[in-house]
């Protein structure tokens, strides 16, 4: 397997779950993925948010991907990186038209994008249940 596998999957399973931590506690929330590309997996959040600051804290995350499909999981661990260049902002921006009726303008100070690109992806099947974790390294910066 290899990325591409990775980014394959993600993109057509783009519902998922994203943890993060609050001290000792976990948290869990159901995410959209806005894409993955040769520079990695792309999420957003706001600003003001708990997870916001959850992952500045403790950027270590993962994220779990299923297709009910084929019964069919992907898990990435990584952290996070913060996108702060207004060129790749505008550039996100372009490729995910629903974000202009919800953030306004990628210049918007309460949209906070940011992206996986190092990190392990393990992949998990009924299958494959007993043989162990199937995973793939990635380091795309």
Known sequence: MTFEDCRK???ENPSCFLA?????????RGMQLLFCNEKGFYFTT???????????????TEV????SKEFKSMRVEGEVEFITD?????????????L????????????????ISKGRAYFW???TNLEGPIFIEFDLR
């Open 125 to 127: 099947t009924m299958q």
């Open 64 to 67: 779990c991907f299923f297709s």
């Open 9 to 11: 999957f993600a993109n």
């Open 86 to 98: 207004m060129k790749e902002k505008e550039n996100i921006f372009g490729k995910v038209s629903w």
């Open 46 to 60: 706001g600003s003001m948010k708990n997870m916001c600051e959850q992952l500045k804290k403790n950027p270590k």
């Open 100 to 115: 202009k009726s919800i953030v306004g303008t990628p210049d918007n100070t309460m949209w906070t994008p940011f992206r």
């Open 20 to 28: 993060t931590i609050d001290g000792d506690q976990p948290r869990v």
